[in-house]
């Protein structure tokens, strides 16, 4: 590079439509990328009463949008419609988390009458609940699936797992 007293001392001139055409355009694209999704019904609502009945309302709005108007349902929202409502809330996240339930690993499952996910279990001569015998299959980082467990949590009065 040589002695920095021997470079030449001028400043170089160019025209500015030149130089406008070798500057290269950039365009600022900012993409904020994160793992954790938030789903739409735990934006507003951290309980899961709340979510499923909710849910219900919405389902029963959609209905009610199909029926005529001498035809729709009016007072309060019945045990079936809670049901569907918890149903389609879960069948939904399955869909989600297992889409496939052929590749779900080291779990024995099958898809019950309510198109629901259940996991088999050893236990098969016992007279017990269903729901007991063949659980349904839920993901652990599902928001849903924290806002269940806080649920019966506290309907249980805080019960720990500890006998």
Same mark, same amino acid.
């Given at each position: 590079?040589?002695?920095?007293?021997?470079?030449?001392?001028?400043?170089?001139?160019?025209?500015?439509?030149?130089?406008?055409?070798?500057?290269?355009?950039?365009?600022?694209?900012?993409?904020?990328?994160?793992?954790?999704?938030?789903?739409?019904?735990?934006?507003?609502?951290?309980?899961?009463?709340?979510?499923?009945?909710?849910?219900?309302?919405?389902?029963?709005?959609?209905?009610?949008?199909?029926?005529?108007?001498?035809?729709?349902?009016?007072?309060?929202?019945?045990?079936?419609?809670?049901?569907?409502?918890?149903?389609?809330?879960?069948?939904?996240?399955? =869909?989600?988390?297992?889409?496939?339930?052929?590749? !779900?690993?080291?779990? @024995?499952?099958? *898809?019950?009458?309510?198109? &629901? +996910?259940?996991?088999?279990?050893?236990?098969?001569?016992? =007279?017990?609940?269903?729901?007991?015998?063949?659980? !349904?299959?839920?993901? @652990?980082?599902? *928001?849903?699936?924290?806002? &269940? +467990?806080?649920?019966?949590?506290?309907?249980?009065?805080?019960?720990?797992?500890?006998?």
């Amino acid at each position: 590079m040589g002695d920095a007293k021997t470079w030449p001392i001028s400043e170089l001139q160019c025209e500015a439509k030149v130089l406008d055409c070798e500057r290269r355009k950039i365009k600022l694209c900012n993409l904020n990328v994160t793992d954790k999704r938030e789903t739409w019904y735990s934006v507003k609502f951290s309980d899961y009463h709340s979510i499923i009945r909710m849910i219900a309302w919405v389902l029963r709005f959609l209905s009610n949008c199909r029926k005529q108007l001498k035809n729709r349902k009016l007072k309060e929202l019945s045990t079936s419609e809670i049901e569907k409502a918890k149903n389609t809330l879960i069948g939904s996240v399955q =869909k989600e988390y297992f889409p496939e339930v052929n590749n !779900i690993p080291h779990v @024995n499952t099958f *898809i019950d009458n309510e198109g &629901l +996910i259940r996991v088999k279990t050893r236990i098969t001569e016992r =007279k017990d609940d269903p729901n007991f015998l063949s659980p !349904i299959l839920l993901t @652990n980082n599902c *928001i849903l699936t924290q806002r &269940l +467990i806080e649920y019966y949590h506290k309907k249980n009065c805080h019960a720990s797992l500890n006998p």
